[in-house]
């Protein structure tokens, strides 16, 4: 198994436009193999309704749904978690911003 260094200031490549992890699922993946959620969710066990959540947005990739990604796509589990947390962390940054405390 390959580690991957990660160091407390980690980034990704800001130069990539920010995209939810469905319209990567679906755009990069479902699409390019003529997949549709119903398929995908016989080939990995995830619910088809909660595979039309990620691509509609309304629900996270998590662990459990990122494994069975990874085996369905021969991606890494880390890759669907990654793409969650950045997607997160951006639509967090404004909100948290705004609250920041001033220091002196």
């Known amino acids: 198994m390959e580690l991957i260094q990660l160091t407390p200031h980690s980034e990704v490549d800001p130069s990539q436009p920010l995209r939810a992890p469905g319209d990567i699922l679906l755009h990069a993946y479902l699409i390019p193999n003529a997949l549709n959620p119903a398929q995908l969710a016989r080939r990995t066990g995830i619910p088809a309704h909660q595979i039309k959540a990620f691509i509609a947005d ?22 669907w978690l990654a793409l969650q947390a950045r997607y997160d962390l951006e639509r967090a940054k404004p909100v948290v911003c705004a609250y920041r405390p001033l220091v002196d």
């Not at 309304?58 to 890759?79: E, G, V």
């Open 58 to 79: 309304t629900h996270p990739i998590t662990p459990k749904i990122a494994i069975r990604l990874s085996l369905a796509f021969d991606t890494t589990a880390f890759y």
